[in-house]
């Protein structure tokens, strides 16, 4: 409930024992994605090494998670999450 009240809401999918709530389309759309998204972040965490943690200071960690993201932009190809509807920014 804190969170909720801070503006930030946790998207899940349904399970058995939950309680069947309607969801808006924005967050059915990135449910879909999800794997999309875990996909990116997994390979940031195994290829691109973001998250190493033995960093003297955190100008050095800092500078490394900026330098992993530019590396990542700059590559020629990578996963992309198309939307589905127009209402999706």
Do not use: A, C
Not at 42 to 64: A, C, P
Not at 70 to 84: N, T
């Amino acid at each position: 409930m804190r969170l909720y009240n801070k503006g930030i809401k946790l998207v899940t999918g349904i399970r058995k024992d939950m309680k069947n709530i309607l969801m808006n389309m924005q967050e059915k759309v990135l449910l879909r994605k999800r794997s999309i998204i875990e996909t990116v972040f997994g390979y940031l965490k195994r290829i691109k090494e973001i998250e190493h943690t033995r960093h003297r200071s955190v100008t050095n960690m800092l500078i490394h998670i900026v330098s992993t993201l530019v590396s990542y932009q700059l590559m020629d190809r990578k996963p992309s999450i198309s939307p589905v509807y127009k209402g999706l920014p």
